[in-house]
């Protein structure tokens, strides 16, 4: 019976204050009721996948928990007519991860209206390289186009480039025909910004103003910026009039002190970015454009692969800010 089959996934428990992590099986009845029934062939790791390996109580609630936000891979059940066996499908944000089992299994079970089908022009492997922080870039560029950007306003500026959502937002801005100035601690990865679309390569500390000025010189027409913090009041006191910056992550801070003078002087508009409770339709539109005109030709120099049982090497690593670009799971594999 379906309901007995095990299957490997990463288990995080906790145990007299310390969270483990060890890869074991589960079984099918373990997962909570849902329309659809997924095989994951892929995964991949985000930050809020750290947090909830490393038993963060914000994004996960109660433990022994698998994580994973993100999920790609084939219905082997389903009770929603939407859905059929062998359908691809991805599935990002919502629950997965952060308190129903997630992506870090060979098996989930979602409700149908979480589902995305698998656009024509992406392989599973390459919606998982995409991931939520794909999705994440997609979405902020989405919402800057309709707050008026355009190729002609001028630099383009991603904050914390080298990570998952500032390389895929360099990668699909460029793509889109963007010009884009990527900031980052890493200035001895500048090869690797270079090459996923990056026209100009900045330190970190180009953005992280300490004179408590209320606004700097106008840089920028437009800005993505996931790291929060005192870099992103310090993008907000520099972009250009009347335009926008979209705050996704808070990989330094969740806090930012500024004055209303970037908004009520410059017309500065900060937009917030939220992928996990994305409407589908907006969803669907995103996914499709990353699919086809917003796919970068060289995706494949942005990820690189691990399995199930490397992962919590990457977890680490991941937490200390010393990934670059994305990290796709492969739930294939030993």
């Known amino acids: 019976m379906t309901e007995t089959k095990k ?8 145990k007299k204050d310390k969270f483990i992590r060890r890869i074991g099986e589960r079984s099918i009845g373990d997962l909570p009721e849902g329309e659809v029934l ?5 995964s991949s790791l985000n930050y809020k996948d750290a947090l909830s390996a490393s038993g963060n109580k914000g994004v996960t609630r109660s433990y022994p928990h698998t994580p994973g936000i993100d999920a790609a891979g084939i219905v082997e059940e389903s009770v929603n007519s ?8 991805i599935v990002t944000g919502f629950e997965l991860g952060s308190n129903i089992p997630g992506g870090f299994g060979q098996y989930i079970r979602v409700p149908a209206d979480w589902i995305v089908k698998l656009p024509a022009g992406l392989s599973l492997k390459e919606a998982m390289a995409y991931g939520t922080a794909g999705f994440t870039a997609g979405l ?19 904050t914390g480039a080298t990570g998952g959502v500032g390389s ?12 884009v100035t990527a900031s980052t601690g890493k200035i001895e990865r500048e090869d690797f910004l270079k090459n996923i679309g990056a026209k100009k390569i900045i330190p970190r500390k180009e953005v992280d103003d300490t004179s408590n000025r209320a606004l700097l010189p106008a840089r ?7 790291v929060g913090g005192n870099i992103l009041t310090t993008v907000i006191k520099s972009t250009k009039l009347n335009c926008s910056v979209a705050a996704c992550g808070l990989t330094q801070s969740p806090n930012i002190t500024t004055t209303v003078y970037p908004f009520i002087l410059r017309g500065v508009s900060l937009l917030g970015i939220d992928s996990a409770h994305c409407p589908m339709d907006i969803r669907r539109r995103i996914w ?3 699919a086809a005109e917003w796919k970068p030709d060289n995706l494949n120099i942005i990820y690189s692969e691990c399995s199930l049982y490397d992962l919590s090497e990457k977890i680490d690593l991941i937490l200390k800010g010393q990934l670059t670009g ?4 492969n739930l294939d594999t030993e």
């Open 7 to 14: 299957f490997k996934a990463m288990i995080v428990s906790e």
């Open 168 to 179: 895929l937002s360099v990668a699909v801005l460029n793509k889109a025909g963007y010009p």
């Open 288 to 290: 499709n454009k990353l």
């Open 38 to 42: 997924i095989n994951v062939k892929y």
């Open 326 to 329: 994305r990290v796709v799971v």
């Open 140 to 158: 902020s560029l989405a919402k800057l186009e309709e707050k008026g950007l355009t190729t002609e306003g001028g630099d383009i500026l991603v």
């Open 82 to 89: 939407d859905f059929k066996k062998g359908d691809e499908v």
């Open 220 to 226: 920028w027409g437009g800005a993505i910026d996931s």
